[in-house]
């Protein structure tokens, strides 16, 4: 596990090497194993579950980073939702996509993580790790709604499929 980045080369780093590892790790999976139902789990049952909430959060960092910067002020999280009620949103998310098949999901989270690396690699080091350089990331930076959107939630699938893995 890395330090948190602190600038835009790290950020880049770390979301790519997270983001290779979380695909090491399922390419290692027996497809049985990818396509269980997690023994442990309430919200996202089974790989699926846990790619395409990765997919609705890098969404939700695209449309909050293009909206502001067009000049469309909106929050980072959709109404009705704030921080203390995310959870019942990421259960919306999930709802969602109990039709969306693994290898749609997989394809999602490729594209969605591809996008996000362009965005990030849109700003620049000073826009992304100087807090309140844009009004709308309020007391902090950009980077960090970035990192925990990219390598810090990677991290959070790796230890659901690692679970899932020795179960």
């Known amino acids: 596990m890395m330090a948190r980045p602190t600038n835009k080369q790290d950020l ?3 979301a790519n090497s997270q983001f290779e590892k979380l ?3 399922i390419d290692s999976m027996p497809e ?3 396509l269980d139902t997690f023994s442990f789990e309430d919200r996202d049952r089974n790989l699926r579950d846990v790619l395409v909430h990765l997919y609705e959060w890098h969404r939700l960092l695209l449309h909050w980073a293009r909206a502001n910067r067009s ?4 929050s980072f999280l959709p109404d009705p939702y704030n921080w203390k009620t995310y959870p019942q949103m990421n259960v919306e998310f999930w709802k ?3 039709i969306t098949p693994l290898d749609e999901a997989v394809v999602f989270l490729k594209e969605s993580h591809a996008d996000v690396m362009e965005l990030i690699d849109s ?3 000073e826009e992304l790790f100087t807090k309140k350089y844009f009004s709308w990331t309020g007391t902090t930076h950009l980077g960090s709604y970035c990192v925990s959107a990219t390598s810090s939630h990677y991290d959070w699938a790796m230890k659901k499929i690692k679970l899932h893995i020795k179960s």
């Open 71 to 74: 000049g469309n002020a909106v």
């Open 96 to 98: 969602k996509h109990q």
């Open 23 to 25: 695909w090491k790790l």
């Open 32 to 34: 049985e194993k990818r």
């Open 12 to 14: 880049i780093l770390a």
């Open 123 to 125: 700003f620049t080091d």
